[in-house]
């Protein structure tokens, strides 16, 4: 039950990326902020571009919330980090570097319009949802301490190391400035930021394992993602017959589409499982060939809206998700939630996810250590597809659980009681 309103702390939230009709950063920050409205008296902050979309949402401008206009900088400098990632959808940490440069400008201007009344006490904490990476950060979090405020910051994620083995991807990635990536840490605001914040929400282990010692009392684990159950109502009712598995991502090298493809091939050829890949990108001609190699049982559905995605996953038995490289691990959560047993490759965002009796997971090798587990994996559960249905429930049961966005926010209402003083460090996982 949400306290009611006059119980509930006035939280300004700043969430730079909010947006209720994109994906990734942009939807988690919009997501989170709409639901802390349930736990907190709620003012969003947010970039310009996403005023539209939040309008189109039903929330009122002025009261509900604040669009900041940065473009005069941040458009420049993203048109700047378009050009230097040498290709659509690659390069992600060239455009966090270019992001980190930028980011501070639209926090000057936050605080241009709400430092008088951060001072005055018209808020009693301030969070930093957006944005998630930890390379940005933020001089709110001196000043809020300094006016006695509060300060929350994420979560936090990302920075994941590739894999050993994996060289080649990294280079088709255009990733050759994630070998820098750890000089963050010797940037003066970092420290400073960490320092003043009252509460570091860590969304993955590993985000967590990169704070220093001397901050680690104020990190709290709590994984980024979570489910609007609206999105994804759909309860998974797969047909008897074969094993069938489902992809979901962007086509690029690191998701690991080829190797999946290639692990199922056996069965594939058999008509022992069939497998559905929801998603487009520059690797779609190679994979094609690929799956033209192996016959039958192969279906490329290229980008669907997302109720049309979860049409297709709830037929599914399996997501098989051979990434390599996932800070989040989102879709893992929406093939949870609609009852579809996971199978990933136990790394990172995933492989924190998917707990024992919620999915499967195989260790992160080499691509054919991977790809031998996986085709095992594959061929097990082919030869006994009655034995996932148990699984599969397990893992809609934890993120009913768990990470329903409802969830999450009562999850950071007992983060804001802590910084509060009004109940003890809490842990979820």
Not at 237 to 260: E, H, I, N, S, W
Request: glycine letters at 10%.
């Amino acid at each position: 039950m949400s306290p009611p309103v006059s119980d509930r702390p006035r939280v300004l939230v700043i969430a730079e990326a909010a947006n209720p009709e994109w994906v990734s950063v942009p939807l988690v920050g919009w997501s989170l902020a709409r639901a802390l409205r349930d736990v907190a008296q709620v003012h969003l902050v947010t970039q310009v571009r996403n005023r539209d979309a939040i309008v189109r949402a039903g929330w009122t401008e002025g009261t509900q919330f604040t669009a900041i206009d940065s473009e005069a900088f941040a458009a420049p400098m993203w048109k700047l980090a378009e050009r230097l990632r040498m290709g659509e959808g690659k390069g992600w940490t060239m455009v966090q570097a270019i992001n980190a440069l930028s980011y501070p400008w639209f926090e000057h201007l936050v605080w241009r319009r709400f430092g008088a009344q951060i001072r005055a006490g018209a808020y009693d904490i301030v969070h930093r949802v957006t944005p998630l990476s930890p390379t940005v950060s933020s001089s709110l979090a001196g000043k809020c301490a300094r006016a006695g405020v509060p300060f929350v910051l994420g979560p936090l994620n990302g920075g994941v190391p590739w894999p050993p083995g994996f060289a080649a991807e990294r280079r088709r990635e255009r990733e050759w400035l994630s070998h820098l990536r750890g000089a963050y840490k010797l940037l003066p605001g970092r420290d400073a930021t960490l320092r003043h914040a009252s509460a570091i929400l860590a969304g993955s282990l590993h985000t967590a394992g990169e704070v220093p010692a001397r901050h680690a009392a104020r990190v709290v684990y709590l994984p980024e993602n979570g489910i609007d159950p609206a999105r994804f109502s759909r309860r998974a009712q797969p047909a008897t017959g074969p094993l069938r598995a489902c992809f979901v991502g962007r086509l690029v090298p690191y998701k690991g589409a080829d190797m999946l493809i290639e692990a199922a091939g056996p069965l594939l050829a058999q008509g022992r499982m069939t497998l559905d890949i929801i998603g487009d990108g520059p690797i779609m001609p190679a994979l094609r060939a690929q799956a033209e190699s192996h016959g039958a049982g192969v279906t490329f559905h290229g980008w669907l809206d997302h109720r049309q995605v979860q049409d297709v996953m709830a037929d599914c038995h399996l997501l098989a998700f051979p990434s390599i490289r996932e800070f989040g691990g989102g879709v893992v959560l929406e093939a949870m939630a609609l009852g579809v047993a996971p199978l990933i490759v136990d790394y990172a965002g995933p492989g924190e996810l998917v707990v024992p009796g919620t999915g499967y997971k195989v260790p992160c090798g080499t691509r054919q250590e991977i790809v031998d587990a996986f085709r095992a994996e594959l061929t097990g559960l082919a030869a006994n597809p009655d034995a996932i249905a148990p699984v599969a429930r397990a893992a809609r049961d934890r993120v009913q659980s768990h990470f329903l966005w409802s969830c999450k926010a009562q999850q950071v209402a007992q983060v804001y009681d802590w910084v509060r003083d009004r109940a003890p460090k809490p842990q979820f996982f």
